[in-house]
């Protein structure tokens, strides 16, 4: 398909917002699924768009996906992270892989779910998020990212094979 015969009309973003125009770039990212000892899954709060998700952000040049998660779980949680095994690949429409940022840019991602092991370090802020914490995976805050969502209900399935969305 082409940029031409993307109807991008019916499609939301990661918030559940209609997309207004084609997105701007595609773009690369990783995420990390974390769990403490009960169980519960790690989520920030984003200072952007005050919507929750797991830690992660986008792939720079000369990374890999695994450095991506590694580093960026470490800038916006303080923890050390060992990368255990993917958990799907995210792109088409119906994942929500469009991310809206405050200036109006929209992103397409292709975003590679990791689950992630805490090794070392201690929860903390950065300045990407205003809160941070765990939940159970039934007790999600309201203002969970839809993408989010689905990735987080794939990696609850226990299946070893990855998704590709």
Request: some cysteine; charged content about 20%.
């Amino acid at each position: 398909m082409n940029a031409e015969d993307f109807d991008y009309t019916q499609w939301c973003d990661s918030t559940g917002a209609p997309l207004t125009k084609m997105p701007d770039r595609l773009g690369v990212a990783a995420n990390g699924f974390i769990r403490d000892k009960t169980g519960k899954i790690l989520l920030q709060q984003r200072a952007d768009n005050g919507f929750w998700g797991m830690p992660g952000g986008q792939v720079e040049l000369g990374e890999s996906v695994e450095q991506t998660v590694v580093r960026e779980v470490y800038e916006e949680t303080g923890l050390e992270v060992r990368v255990e095994r993917l958990i799907g690949i995210y792109s088409e429409p119906e994942s929500h892989p469009f991310m809206r940022y405050p200036d109006g840019t929209i992103v397409h991602y292709v975003t590679h779910v990791f689950i992630c092991e805490p090794i070392a370090g201690a929860l903390q802020l950065s300045s990407e998020s205003t809160d941070i914490g765990y939940f159970a995976a039934d007790a999600l805050p309201a203002q969970t990212l839809l993408s989010h969502r689905i990735r987080i209900a794939d990696a609850l399935t226990g299946l070893v094979y990855p998704f590709i969305r």
